[in-house]
């Protein structure tokens, strides 16, 4: 019995250390400088102005390039994703704690609060209709297979002008190669609306595939275009989408940006080499903006090329992410 | 004090009131093991978000990071039972691998963004589970007679167990305390990983008591022994037949219509249940052999199959889950009792490892089986075939174990 004592002293020691320790950490990380991440956007931050609108990575804050030229504004609201149309913007940021959820924020253009959804996972995908009317936005949930360490999606669009909102659009009638599909892996992402405010496009991955799919919200059916197409983002002239293809089985660098030419059903890759994860964002007619991982420790860096495979990528705004030009 | 008797070398195996008191050593790996898992779960409960969300990684990247390690743990198990038999060094094996995840948790405070970096902490991790867990099984298995084994088992897993369910609890506590700062979780699974590094090496004797067996010319390896080699066999059979958690859970969150938020807790159920059970299972295991628990733990696997192929309503969804805590506190550590035995004292790490792989690689090919079965016919067909195969393995590792229980006989 005596002998156990020192070795009881050890324990106990150990024990006040290394929860001593901990305890120092948690509060040194509860009160350090760190981006607040419930920031809203100062009063004379709104989307009146033209510009280039984009999360600012190093303050978690919409910031904007001002399309006359000069220095980055910062000062809008804090996002995770960001993206704006229309009267609208909406904002997907991640709420603090576990389990992941995300709190999909709808903004006017003076960027306040019109209305605010919260649903579970992380924040993914944003868009708004050109008018503003829909918005859609997509979060990965954590844990729906839960070994295997995989994420599924889950897609919501919600009618401003009737307030109707769907969680998922996962239980939509989907028809590939002309038949009715049913499986239980359907999962959608990367919602991007037509100018009309019903037609969408979207992405849907099913048996291990990833398919184009033209969505129709009034008669509420979906049905697939053509495969390996993720994230379509629709031209302004909704004649073309700018989408990543998988061209490569090599999970460091698995896509490329590519542009299809809806009407003669041509496809096309653009000047950018790198592989880029990201719902792209069209400028003009001529232009998509996207983000890619960032140098020298920037989280992310946002680029933009032209839509027709000609010239070179350029470096529109280091540490950035979600672009959106507003007029 | 309990704990601070237990650590003398030279005490025999406590046989006085067999019926009674659990051997110092398990409830000391027991405690190693409750402080490393608080650790382990609570960065396995924020590492999909830290990564995507902290680090940007799109979810494929991850999915391919996480799954890189996970074939070569049953290697490296391998490893770990064969180096821990030689000469017995068990302690110092698995304080290797609690050692190697403890560290692999400063790795990610320290790797910051850099995909390389937290490569380099997961393989780390990955690697000491898969060190430790051999030795530390054959640790429990020789700190006690045979005949207790069951519930040696029974008590390590409960105390196991208990540390799974508080990790992601701390975590998240962690998580609200600091507003999602990761590299806290990271700190503090660090402290309490070293913690359990601690307790291993002050508490659990070197070898137990058990190795002072004269030096056999060469160990037998396990596999020659026909007793283990039917145990294994019957293991990969029913292992095979084994469609797996996710799946499970899976079916019951689309049967119940469940929100996602709430997935993350089904696991729970069975957790609570393996916990209140694994110690009346392995006293029962042993009273009975461990043979008829470990079979009537997949007939409740069984059981499962067949509510789910029912009409799903909350106390079936419930029953579901209570059976899947009845499987896993009838087979886990019933099995590593049942095997544990059989085995040399020299080459038990070794053999424990096989087994362990041998079920671990059995349960992989049928879960993805059940995923193939699933996606080409169907939900109900792939079930159907899931309650079908499980059923025949059961009859057939009816047949196969060794008859009623050798845990007197052998050894």
């Given at each position: 019995m005596k002998a156990g004592h020192p070795r009881l002293?050890?324990?106990?020691?150990?024990?006040?250390?290394?929860?001593?320790?901990?305890?120092?950490?948690?509060?040194?990380?509860?009160?350090?400088?760190?981006?607040?991440?419930?920031?809203?956007?100062?009063?004379?931050?709104?989307?009146?102005?033209?510009?280039?609108?984009?999360?600012?990575?190093?303050?978690?804050?919409?910031?904007?390039?001002?399309?006359?030229?000069?220095?980055?504004?910062?000062?809008?609201?804090?996002?995770?994703?960001?993206?704006?149309?229309?009267?609208?913007?909406?904002?997907?940021?991640?709420?603090?704690?576990?389990?992941?959820?995300?709190?999909?924020?709808?903004?006017?253009?003076?960027?306040?609060?019109?209305?605010?959804?919260t649903v579970p996972g992380i924040p993914n995908r944003a868009r708004v209709s050109a008018s503003g009317h829909l918005v859609s936005w997509t979060a990965f949930a954590v844990g729906d297979?839960?070994?295997?360490?995989?994420?599924?999606?889950?897609?919501?669009?919600?009618?401003?002008?009737?307030?109707?909102?769907?969680?998922?659009?996962?239980?939509?009638?989907?028809?590939?190669?002309?038949?009715?599909?049913?499986?239980?892996?359907?999962?959608?992402?990367?919602?991007?609306?037509?100018?009309?405010?019903?037609?969408?496009?979207?992405?849907?991955?099913?048996?291990?595939?990833?398919?184009l799919v033209e969505g129709d919200l009034r008669n509420w059916s979906a049905r697939a275009l053509r495969e390996n197409v993720e994230c379509p983002s629709l031209s302004p002239d909704n004649t073309r989408i700018a989408f990543k293809?998988?061209?490569?089985?090599?999970?460091?660098?698995?896509?490329?940006?590519?542009?299809?030419?809806?009407?003669?059903?041509?496809?096309?890759?653009?000047?950018?080499?790198?592989?880029?994860?990201?719902?792209?964002?069209?400028?003009?007619?001529?232009?998509?903006?996207?983000?890619?991982?960032?140098?020298?420790?920037?989280?992310?860096?946002?680029?933009?090329?032209?839509?027709?495979?000609?010239?070179?990528?350029r470096l529109l705004a280091p540490g950035g992410s979600s672009p959106v030009a507003v007029r | 004090m309990y704990l601070a008797t237990t650590g003398r070398t030279d005490a025999p195996p406590r046989t006085s009131g067999a019926g009674r008191r659990v051997p110092g050593t398990v409830l000391a790996l027991g405690a190693v093991s409750?402080?490393?898992?608080?650790?382990?779960?609570?960065?396995?409960?924020?590492?999909?978000?830290?990564?995507?969300?902290?680090?940007?990684?799109?979810?494929?990247?991850?999915?391919?990071?996480?799954?890189?390690?996970?074939?070569?743990?049953?290697?490296?198990?391998?490893?770990?039972?064969r180096l821990a038999d030689r000469g017995g060094r068990h302690k110092r094996v698995a304080g290797t691998g609690y050692l190697l995840s403890a560290l692999s948790r400063l790795g990610l405070l320290l790797a910051g963004g850099a995909t390389a970096g937290i490569a380099a902490a997961l393989a780390a991790d990955r690697l000491g589970k898969g060190i430790r867990t051999a030795p530390?099984?054959?640790?429990?298995?020789?700190s006690g007679p045979p005949e207790t084994l069951?519930?040696?088992?029974?008590?390590?897993?409960?105390?196991?167990?208990?540390?799974?369910?508080?990790?992601?609890?701390?975590?998240?506590?962690?998580?609200?305390?600091?507003?999602?700062?990761?590299?806290?979780?990271?700190?503090?699974?660090?402290?309490?990983?070293?913690?359990?590094?601690?307790?291993?090496a002050v508490y659990v004797p070197?070898?137990?008591?058990?190795?002072?067996?004269?030096?056999?010319?060469?160990?037998?390896?396990?596999?020659?022994?026909?007793?283990?080699?039917?145990?294994?066999?019957?293991?990969?059979?029913?292992?095979?037949?084994t469609i797996g958690d996710s799946f499970l859970y899976l079916l019951l969150q689309r049967g119940l219509d469940l929100p996602t938020a709430l997935f993350p807790l089904l696991p729970l159920g069975p957790a609570a249940g393996y916990l209140l059970l694994a110690v009346p299972?392995?006293?029962?295991?042993?009273?009975?052999?461990?043979?008829?628990?470990?079979?009537?733990?997949?007939?409740?696997?069984?059981g499962a199959y067949a509510l789910l192929l029912a009409p799903l309503a909350w106390p079936t969804a419930i029953a579901v889950l209570a059976l899947l805590g009845i499987f896993y506190a009838a087979t886990d550590g019933v099995l590593m009792a049942l095997a544990g035995p059989l085995l040399p004292v020299r080459g038990r790490a070794g053999g424990l490892a096989v087994l362990q792989t041998g079920q671990a690689l059995a349960r992989l090919l049928g879960a993805a089986g059940f995923g193939a079965a699933w996606t080409l016919w169907g939900q109900r067909p792939a079930l159907w075939m899931a309650g079908l195969a499980l059923a025949g393995a059961l009859a057939a590792a009816w047949r196969v174990l060794p008859a009623p229980a050798p845990a007197r006989e052998a050894s």
């Amino acid at each position: 019995m005596k002998a156990g004592h020192p070795r009881l002293a050890v324990v106990v020691i150990a024990v006040l250390l290394l929860a001593g320790g901990s305890l120092g950490y948690v509060l040194h990380a509860r009160h350090r400088e760190r981006p607040p991440q419930q920031a809203v956007a100062d009063a004379s931050f709104t989307l009146d102005e033209p510009g280039l609108y984009f999360r600012d990575s190093a303050t978690g804050r919409v910031a904007r390039l001002p399309a006359r030229g000069g220095p980055r504004v910062t000062g809008g609201p804090s996002c995770d994703r960001f993206y704006a149309a229309g009267e609208r913007a909406l904002c997907l940021r991640k709420l603090p704690g576990l389990p992941a959820r995300t709190r999909a924020l709808v903004l006017d253009r003076r960027l306040r609060e019109v209305r605010a959804v919260t649903v579970p996972g992380i924040p993914n995908r944003a868009r708004v209709s050109a008018s503003g009317h829909l918005v859609s936005w997509t979060a990965f949930a954590v844990g729906d297979s839960y070994a295997t360490s995989g994420f599924s999606t889950r897609t919501s669009v919600l009618d401003l002008r009737t307030g109707y909102l769907i969680k998922s659009i996962e239980g939509i009638p989907l028809t590939i190669g002309g038949a009715r599909h049913h499986a239980p892996d359907v999962n959608y992402w990367g919602v991007t609306f037509a100018r009309d405010d019903n037609r969408f496009y979207a992405t849907v991955s099913t048996r291990g595939r990833t398919h184009l799919v033209e969505g129709d919200l009034r008669n509420w059916s979906a049905r697939a275009l053509r495969e390996n197409v993720e994230c379509p983002s629709l031209s302004p002239d909704n004649t073309r989408i700018a989408f990543k293809k998988k061209v490569s089985g090599d999970p460091r660098s698995p896509w490329r940006l590519y542009v299809l030419d809806l009407a003669g059903k041509r496809e096309h890759p653009l000047a950018e080499s790198h592989s880029v994860d990201d719902q792209a964002a069209w400028l003009d007619d001529a232009t998509v903006a996207y983000a890619l991982p960032g140098r020298e420790g920037r989280a992310s860096d946002l680029w933009s090329v032209p839509a027709d495979g000609t010239g070179k990528p350029r470096l529109l705004a280091p540490g950035g992410s979600s672009p959106v030009a507003v007029r | 004090m309990y704990l601070a008797t237990t650590g003398r070398t030279d005490a025999p195996p406590r046989t006085s009131g067999a019926g009674r008191r659990v051997p110092g050593t398990v409830l000391a790996l027991g405690a190693v093991s409750l402080v490393t898992d608080v650790s382990s779960e609570m960065v396995t409960a924020v590492l999909p978000l830290y990564l995507v969300l902290g680090l940007g990684l799109s979810p494929l990247q991850f999915g391919f990071l996480d799954g890189m390690f996970n074939g070569a743990t049953a290697l490296v198990r391998l490893l770990g039972g064969r180096l821990a038999d030689r000469g017995g060094r068990h302690k110092r094996v698995a304080g290797t691998g609690y050692l190697l995840s403890a560290l692999s948790r400063l790795g990610l405070l320290l790797a910051g963004g850099a995909t390389a970096g937290i490569a380099a902490a997961l393989a780390a991790d990955r690697l000491g589970k898969g060190i430790r867990t051999a030795p530390r099984d054959a640790l429990i298995s020789l700190s006690g007679p045979p005949e207790t084994l069951g519930r040696s088992f029974g008590v390590h897993r409960a105390m196991d167990t208990t540390g799974a369910l508080l990790g992601p609890l701390a975590a998240f506590a962690v998580l609200r305390a600091t507003t999602d700062a990761y590299d806290a979780v990271f700190a503090v699974s660090f402290c309490a990983g070293l913690l359990g590094v601690l307790l291993l090496a002050v508490y659990v004797p070197a070898t137990s008591g058990a190795v002072p067996v004269p030096v056999t010319p060469r160990p037998r390896t396990a596999l020659r022994d026909p007793a283990f080699r039917r145990i294994l066999c019957a293991t990969a059979l029913l292992g095979a037949a084994t469609i797996g958690d996710s799946f499970l859970y899976l079916l019951l969150q689309r049967g119940l219509d469940l929100p996602t938020a709430l997935f993350p807790l089904l696991p729970l159920g069975p957790a609570a249940g393996y916990l209140l059970l694994a110690v009346p299972v392995g006293r029962i295991a042993d009273r009975t052999g461990r043979r008829l628990p470990f079979l009537l733990g997949h007939a409740a696997l069984l059981g499962a199959y067949a509510l789910l192929l029912a009409p799903l309503a909350w106390p079936t969804a419930i029953a579901v889950l209570a059976l899947l805590g009845i499987f896993y506190a009838a087979t886990d550590g019933v099995l590593m009792a049942l095997a544990g035995p059989l085995l040399p004292v020299r080459g038990r790490a070794g053999g424990l490892a096989v087994l362990q792989t041998g079920q671990a690689l059995a349960r992989l090919l049928g879960a993805a089986g059940f995923g193939a079965a699933w996606t080409l016919w169907g939900q109900r067909p792939a079930l159907w075939m899931a309650g079908l195969a499980l059923a025949g393995a059961l009859a057939a590792a009816w047949r196969v174990l060794p008859a009623p229980a050798p845990a007197r006989e052998a050894s």
